[in-house]
């Protein structure tokens, strides 16, 4: 995919404005595979039409009852057997992260001050270590943690794993209980990135809870995820589906996609007073395309920035 120099996140409240973002639109369907990817792409009826055939396909055919509690009772396993299958192949250097989040690469300034970010759901410390990398600053601390013991062992063995910058952990986002080394209210930013699609519907209140908890007042949440009808869900087959937006992959793990509209109920409308203001809740919809077999593949991704109120 081509690199990126702007952004392809578009506010839900500024769509009309959209042209003024993102590195590369589509202005004729002529053009279409003359470059690898496409920002802000409108679908089609073709399009739409298959993503509601595919979606109404998933709703026939669910996950059989008797075989859904075991993806309920230990999801975990299912990411320990992922990270060790995948050991040395699942780093990805997120080169967008600089982009898209400059707020997370302040931390690291030299004149930053103490800063403390966490890292939910860290895999293989994607957003950890490029931050450390790049940080001039020696008061900032990096939490990361995974609720997989193997993707933290993964972490740990890291050659670049510093403790004395840095601490990974063994911890469930959903769990009613918080870290032990994090003091509630003492965080700067968290960071998530394809980590809340993990959970289910049902623990969604739970880890918005602990965020709220542990952030400062007017401490950031940083989220990018799967967004409804990406490419990933229009592609599970019949049995994947466990409730309506929530399927399991081949590998067992869980995967859900969301809708803008869902995020700003969780983070901002669901508790009165809210515990959130949304500074961003934005569609990154990106067309790929595979030149050589003359295929289209829709992408949507969800970004958002939570302040704490």
């Known amino acids: 995919m081509d690199k990126k120099t702007t952004s392809s996140a578009i506010d839900v409240n500024d769509v009309e404005n959209s042209t003024t973002f993102g590195s590369r639109l589509l202005k004729s369907e002529e053009t279409v595979f003359n470059h690898n990817a496409w920002d802000h792409v409108e679908w089609d009826e073709e399009q739409e039409k298959y993503a509601q ?6 709703l026939n055919n669910p996950v059989p009852e008797e075989d859904q ?82 993707a933290v062992q993964v972490v740990q063995s890291n050659p670049d794993y510093d403790t004395t910058r840095s601490n990974a952990f063994v911890w469930d986002l959903a769990s009613k209980d918080l870290p032990e080394m994090i003091e509630p209210g003492s965080l700067d930013i968290i960071v998530m990135i394809f980590v809340f699609s993990a959970l289910a519907p049902e623990q969604w209140d739970q880890a918005i809870k602990n965020i709220h ?16 009808h990406d490419l990933a869900q229009l592609r599970f087959k019949e049995k994947r589906l ?8 081949g590998d067992g793990t869980r995967v859900y996609f969301f809708t803008p509209q869902e995020l700003d109920n969780l983070f901002a409308q669901s508790s009165q007073p809210p515990l959130f203001k949304i500074e961003q809740n934005a569609v990154d919809r990106r067309l790929l395309v595979n030149r050589s077999r003359k295929l289209k593949m829709y992408r949507v991704w969800l970004q958002g920035k939570f302040r704490k109120l």
């Open 53 to 58: 055939d595919q979606i109404q396909k998933h």
């Open 69 to 150: 509690e075991q993806y309920y009772d230990k999801p975990a396993e299912y990411w320990n057997t992922f990270y060790t299958k995948n050991e040395n192949r699942f780093f990805k250097d997120r080169h967008w992260l600089k982009l898209e989040f400059p707020e997370l690469f302040e931390t690291a300034n030299a004149d930053a001050g103490k800063k403390r970010v966490f890292e939910v759901g860290c895999g293989a410390g994607n957003t950890m270590f490029p931050l450390l990398e790049q940080s001039q600053n020696p008061d900032l601390y990096v939490y990361a943690a995974d609720f997989s013991s193997t």
């Open 213 to 228: 908890l542990m952030l400062k007042p007017g401490g950031l949440v940083l989220f990018r995820d799967y967004g409804r």
């Open 242 to 249: 466990l409730k309506e937006n929530f399927y399991i992959r």
